[in-house]
Every structure is written in structure tokens, then in C-alpha cells.
């Protein structure tokens, strides 16, 4: 299973973001919950590149994508980066509304580091 968590602040904006595991739900190369998964995390982050100039913190590996988006933003990018951020939330609870055997969101506070 996929599971994709995305961590909120104490105001409910997305600080971040991590998506990791396997949907399972075809082989390697056919699975359509994996592919749309990726595409619309990995769209995300760069959309928020391309249209914001902010290079969020990424850690990839096999199985994982994890996002950060940095702190002391200037509003406008800031307000820019939620909307694409919760924009990918939707897209994925799209998914996961029709194969949630493969796919679980799950919303944490954001840990103080």
C-alpha cells in the first residue's frame, strides 16, 4: 500500500509532505495507482519550482519521496505553494476515493525540529 502523509502546521498549512511504499495493484510498469501517485507528487514539486522559483528539500529513494517545503517564505510564494500543495491533495484523495485498497492519506501535525 501507499501511504502518503502530509504534515500541517499549527494554522493547517502543508509543511510537508512523504510518499512512500508500493500500490501493488499491478505489476511493475502497469500499475496505474503507482504511476498516477508519482505523477501527481512529482508535478507538484515541480510546478512549485517552476512557477514559485522555491526549491523545496527532496529525499527520493526507493519507495519514498519526501518534501519540504522551507520556512520564512515571502507571503505571496507561500500562499502560491499551498495552493499547489493542497491541489495535490485532492488529486491524490481522488485516487484514493476509487482504489483506496492501494492508497491511505494520513494528515500529521508538523514535528518542531
Known sequence: ???????RNDSGLIQSFSISGHAFFAKR???????GVSAIAVGTINAIHEI???????????GLLRCVIPGNLPAQEHDRIQILLEGMYYSLK???EEY???IRITFKNQEVE
Open 1 to 7: 500500500m501507499i501511504d502518503a502523509v502530509i504534515y
Open 94 to 96: 481522488t485516487i484514493e
Open 52 to 62: 514559485t522559483g522555491v526549491t523545496p528539500e527532496i529525499e527520493n529513494g526507493e
Open 100 to 102: 483506496g485498497k492501494h
Open 29 to 35: 510498469g502497469k500499475d496505474i495507482v503507482c504511476a
